[in-house]
């Protein structure tokens, strides 16, 4: 059964932000990302695989609500992600070619499982000097890009790089510990002022396959 995982960790970063008087223009932009009811985006992932010299490319839509995340993926497999605060699901929808029941993966988040969160740890709760260092900004066309280290070792990323145009996120790249590189990119990012609570509400349905990590 294929998951997806590792791509919660963004989620982190947008909620790892405090509100505070002299925030950097970082911390302000993911600040607003963090204290918003809801936030939603399309978003491109695209992953070029070390060993296998291959590039795969998902397409889907993210949800945030603060503490809460939902990642929607259409292309290429049917998958669903959900953080409602406590509890990860990992959705496996069959295919057309391979029918069968729904595979569900139920999980904790925990010192082991952090790293597979990357998104939500980027957005947790406290300003990002407390969890990653800045290394340096760059200007590149409409966009700054901002490059950070984590300051442990339990995420195993390196060469993190987010870009900001706009004062939105457009985009997020790093990467993993044994050299696969991920490129996130986002387009028509929403805030709302209402929350959309059942969004983040999930329950297997009976026939799934529910497997706990």
Do not use: C
């Not at 963090?34 to 889907?60: H, I, N, P, Q, Y």
């Amino acid at each position: 059964m294929k998951f997806i995982l590792p791509f919660l960790s963004l989620f982190t970063f947008f909620a790892n932000v405090s509100a505070q008087a002299a925030q950097s223009p970082l911390d302000e932009v993911v600040s607003k990302y963090r204290t918003s009811k809801l936030v939603s985006m399309d978003v491109v992932k695209t992953v070029k695989s070390k060993v296998l010299s291959k590039e795969t490319k998902f397409v889907g839509k993210i949800y945030l609500s603060q503490s809460k995340f939902r990642w929607d993926t259409d292309t290429p497999e049917k998958t669903q992600i959900i953080f409602d605060g406590k509890t990860i699901w990992n959705v496996q929808h069959p295919s057309a070619e391979l029918p069968g029941p729904i595979q569900v993966a139920k999980s904790k988040v925990d010192k082991n499982t952090k790293k597979q969160i990357l998104l939500a740890t980027l957005l947790g709760t406290s300003e990002v000097k407390k969890n990653f260092k800045v290394l340096k900004t760059e200007v590149q066309k409409d966009e700054k890009l901002y490059f950070l280290e984590p300051k442990g070792s339990d995420l195993q990323v390196k060469d993190l790089v987010i870009h900001i145009a706009s004062k939105k996120i457009s985009g997020i790249s790093f990467k993993d510990d044994i050299g696969n590189q991920t490129d996130m990119n986002f387009k028509n990012v929403e805030f709302s002022k209402k929350e959309k609570s059942k969004l983040f509400n999930y329950a297997p349905p009976k026939d799934a396959q529910v497997i706990t990590l």
